[in-house]
């Protein structure tokens, strides 16, 4: 017996622009005050650069608002009661497949990203052995080998493109440790997936209108073909592993013969759309979370010396220094690295945006919601709040000292969402971002272009539109990055002591 998943969304334009008209009109309660009338360069602003658009609104509005983007009013509750309200206290009062990440399921399916309700917490149930902390600390071996292959060919004066080299190496990772596939096997090779993901993720990059579009040489036939391509290689090796019984320690394996408590499997529809969601998250966020830090630490370089510091005394220096272990990427092995990485997620979350779609009316801050109203929470937004984060643009990891960590309302830090949709593979994600950046600092600094400017992508994750380095020796001699063999044994037995 198979988990029995909702019906498909309509991916037809039109049919949910009549839908999103009809239900606003049959709204029974006021909408919150705000900007309600039609605006091309209000859409085009919120789809090219949202942050200051939302903060704008935030201060003339307060911490509910409705903004029209073109046919649609799009309620907006920011700050960290509107975060709080949304994620746990009034959890249930929101469903996530009808939000505007519907859009995903053209891509991802139905994974835990676009799904809701019974078949949301069965899956979630299902999936969660496979992020256990003796999991993934079993998979820091495939990051460190991974990591060191990829730092070990950067060579001092050398350019390069930081987040596509990022993208690469994530995406390698999450093929081993979530799809249990060899990155230079001949069905990986293939098909080209560092390739096939941005241009399918392009896609969510165009404005609202360039969506629309259908046919020939479209957004929306260029990302159809990565989808595809991408199938090929996902329902390939469903289809071997079914046929051989081959199993591993990936979730793919897990996926394939998890059973919920009424005996109930997935399908292998089903095990795509997880598998492609999994994919898509576990490299996307990843590669954008490192590329945000290591951006900060070149404008910042005050900042690398005590992290350089707590490295040496950590994991030795020069030809002693050793591999990061799985005790030393737990979050308290490195505090240092973490505030950094904590003060990165702050200013730059990369899933920065919570879509949801309201079931029944409601008020928040004395204003009423309708049901079926689009409503959406910004991480990145409340994260630049003044009040909660004082000057938000500069990146200052004291913000994240125990104490001033602790001091923090509840929900005014929430990189990885909350309650029942807080981010399955977060701190698989952690673990990785430690390990590769820890493995960095060791092997070299990395330089800004002078007069570089950072521009950000919003969708449907924030990144930058690449950023350019140079590679440079760090302060002291270049410490050892060390390479393990691929998943061996005696390594994999060093890493977790």
Known sequence: MSLIGPPPLSSNPLAVMLDD????????????????????????????????ALLDAYERHGPIFTLRILHSRIVFMIGAEANHFILLSNAKRFIWREGHFRELTALLGDGLLTIDGDFHRRSRRI????????????????????????????????????????????????????????????LARSVDAAALFPQALSFYSHGPLPRML???????????????????????????????????????????????????????????????????AGHDTTTATLSFMFYELARNPDLQAPLRAEQEAVLGGGATRRLP??????????????????????????????????????????????????????????H?????????ERFDPERFTAERKAAL???????????????????FGQVEIRAIASMLLAHC??????????????????????LPMRVCDPPRAPARVGRLDAGGPAGAERLAA
């Not at 050398?158 to 995406?171: K, P």
């Not at 600094?445 to 690449?466: D, H, N, V, Y």
């Open 127 to 186: 999936m969660l052995p496979a992020f256990h902390r003796e999991q993934i600390e079993g998979s820091v071996a495939t990051i460190v080998t991974e990591a060191g292959r990829a730092i070990e060919r950067l060579q001092p004066g050398e350019r390069f493109d930081f987040f596509a080299w990022t993208r690469r190496l994530a995406l390698r990772v999450a093929m081993r440790a979530i799809f249990g596939l060899d990155p230079d096997g001949e």
């Open 409 to 427: 309302p509840r929900g005014a830090y929430v990189p990885f969402g909350g309650g029942s949709r807080t981010c399955i593979g977060m701190r």
């Open 21 to 52: 008209v009809r239900k606003e009109r049959a709204a029974t309660v006021p909408y919150p005050p705000g900007d309600l009338s039609f605006s091309l360069r209000r859409a085009s602003q919120i789809a090219k650069d949202p942050l200051p």
């Open 445 to 466: 600094a990395l330089e800004l272009p002078e007069g570089f400017e950072l521009r950000i992508r919003e969708a449907p994750t924030i990144g930058p539109r690449g």
């Open 214 to 280: 259908r046919g020939p040489g479209s957004p929306w036939s260029r990302m159809q073909r990565a989808r595809s391509e991408l199938n090929r290689l996902i329902y390939g090796e469903i289809a071997r592993r079914r046929a051989s019984g081959e199993r591993g320690l990936d979730v793919l394996s897990l996926l394939l013969d998890a059973r919920d408590e009424d005996g109930a499997a997935f399908s292998d529809r089903q095990v795509r759309d997880e598998v492609m969601t999994l994919l898509f």
């Open 325 to 382: 272990a799985a005790a030393d990427l737990n979050g308290n092995g490195l505090p240092q690295l973490e505030m950094v990485l904590e003060e990165t997620l702050r200013k730059y979350p990369p899933a920065w945006i919570g879509p949801r779609r309201s079931v029944e009316p409601f008020e928040f801050a004395g204003h009423t919601v309708p049901a079926h109203a689009y409503v959406n929470y910004s991480s990145w937004v409340t």
């Open 384 to 392: 630049h709040l003044p009040e909660l984060y004082p000057e938000p």
